[in-house]
Structures are given as C-alpha cells and as structure tokens.
C-alpha cells in the first residue's frame, strides 16, 4: 500500500545522501544494489540490468536494444516486430506500434506509426483444451518474414490495458520454441504481470521459460516513483557493447534516479519477506468462489481469473459516467474501461475491505445489466 513507512524511510535517507545524479558515464550505489536484486529474483539468464524511466520507455528500451543487436550482427535488416493482437505496451511511438492496431487506444496516431506483424491472440487458457492452431498464426508470420524480424514482444499470461485477457503457459512454451527455431529474441513485457500479480514472481515462471529481454515496471517502486528495467543475458549485451557505436544508444537524462531506486530496493525487500504467495493466493479464492458464478448471467459475456487480477466482460461497453458514480456510492474506486469491470487490489489489502470490494463490483454490474 501507499505510505509504507519502509518505503518512506528509504526515500529519506536516499534524499539526505544523494537526490539525483545523471547516470551517464557514472553509477551509484543503489543503481547496483537494485541491478543485483533484480538479476536474483528474475529468470535465468537475464544478468545485465538497463535502468530507465518508465514502462513505456523500457519497452523503447527494449525494442532498440532488438534491432541494435542484430544490428551489430550484421543483419540489418531485422527491424520488424511481431507481437499478438490484443496487447498493450505503452503510449510512446515505439510501444504504440506494438499495440493491437484495431482494439488499443491509438487510432489517431496510426499514419505515424512503424507498421509490424501482429498475430492472432491466443485463446487457449487453463481451463480450455491446447489447441495447435491457437499458435499457427505466430508461426505462419515468423516463417514467412523472420529475416525481417528483430523480435517478438509480448506479455505472459495475462494481457493487460489491451483486453485484460488469460491465455495459457503452453502458448507461452510454444512461442519461445518458435523464437529459438526462427532466430528471433524475445521480449517478455511483465510491466503489469511482474511481482506477483498473476501467482509466481513473474508471469514468465508459470510456462517455464526465459526471455531474451524482460521488461519491468508499475510495482518496481510501489506506486512511489517511475522507474523502469530491461533485463537481458550477457551475451545480447557483449555483442551491442562489443560493436559501434560501442554502447546501448539510450541515455535518459533521469535513469536510475537514485531516490527510485532506494525505494525499489526497499519495496522488493518488504515483497519478498511478506507472505504475498498466500495473499495472492487468497484473493484468487475468493474471487473464484465470489465471481465466477457470474458466467452464468445474461449480459456478462466472461469471467476470467489469474491472481490477484479478477475480470467481468460484459457484452456491451459500460456507461462509464453512471457506473463510476455507482462504485462511488459503494465506497470503493475501481476503474473500467470499454466493456471491462475489473480489480488488482493491492496484496495487503484486509479480508473484509476485498470482501468489501468484491460485492461492490458484482452488485455495481449487475446493476448495469439489469441482473436481479
């Protein structure tokens, strides 16, 4: 939650030291303490750590750190993206690109955009039979055009803004496999699922398998202070570092802002020491045995569950105005958009404020749909 005193503590103590530096050409003490965190608790392989600003510029981040690799191994001319239908990736030039052209939020912007190759989304999930065509897209559009692509973005599991949509670990499995056949690096987008949120750690662990490239974000500082991470291995690294320019070519001017990063590492000490794999686990029960009996009713089209995230899909966009002031009048404050009604609360949050807030959002739906 907001205003941990831990939290708190290290912003001050930071502050007393040391508010900001550029990181150009300099490191601190704290940027290395939270690289060597992050390098701990994230998949194998990933051991070198690019601190930046945002989600949205991690995703910049990760899209040049792509197409500078391949670059610098001679081919050029591997500078497309594929990504799936249905996600989100942030709101800056290069993420835009890489969001679903038709459903996302950025229309207006399409004629300025880098085109890129998307592929169905999946529909697979845990609960559903694999099904070999859920895959034959990607794999169609890596066969035909992976000598023009640095890179497959996408986000595990659980697809956030774009449609807040599960899919299943095998997709996940079967995509790093392609990856690896077509030579082509994966970027794992985890700016949402990242610290928990969908069961493990990180959403990646759940089908078992490492990015080329993972993105991180939002919880990184508890809600305190923007700060961003792209993780790679040392030998994406070695080849950018070993070949001109001689360096990343991404240098902002707050980057590994010293007062973030003490917060980060103190936000990701009180994580791992919390007991956030039972509250996690928890939320999930209760909103299972509270939300997911509202299948069942005329005018919600799908319930879907994953952690601490719970999702009613209605089958006609919400009237944000009346359903905001209905949430409102419950007491809580919970944010649709387009046909979505759906929770993330935080993992402290107390049995009967979830209890609380639960009830609100099926008594606030069911008002909408005229359900009785």
Known sequence: GYNHPVLNQAASEQLAQMAHVMFGGLTHRTAA???ARLIDITPEGL???FLCDSGSVSVEVAIKMAVQYWHATGKSEKQKLVTIRRGYHGDTSGAMAVCDPETGMHHLFTSILPQHFFAEAP???DDTEWDDQDIASLERLL???HHQIAALILEPI??????MRVYAPLYLRRARELCDRYK???IADEIATGFGRTGTLFACEQAGISPDILCLGKALTGGYLTLAAVLTGSQISQVISGNPPGALMHGPTFMANPLACAIACASIDLLLTSPWQQRIEAMQQMFTDQLLPCRNWSGISDVRIKG???VLELDHPVNMQAITRRFVDKGVWVRPFGRLVYLMP???IEKADLEHLVCAMKETVAEEIGHS
Not at 158 to 163: H, L, N, P, S, T
């Open 33 to 35: 303490e939270l690289a």
């Open 47 to 49: 051991d070198r750590v």
């Open 123 to 125: 529909t697979c999930r």
């Open 143 to 145: 066969n035909q055009h």
């Open 158 to 163: 659980v697809q956030g803004a774009g449609g």
């Open 184 to 186: 082509v690096l994966m």
């Open 308 to 310: 601490g995230i719970a």
């Open 346 to 348: 935080p993992y402290v």
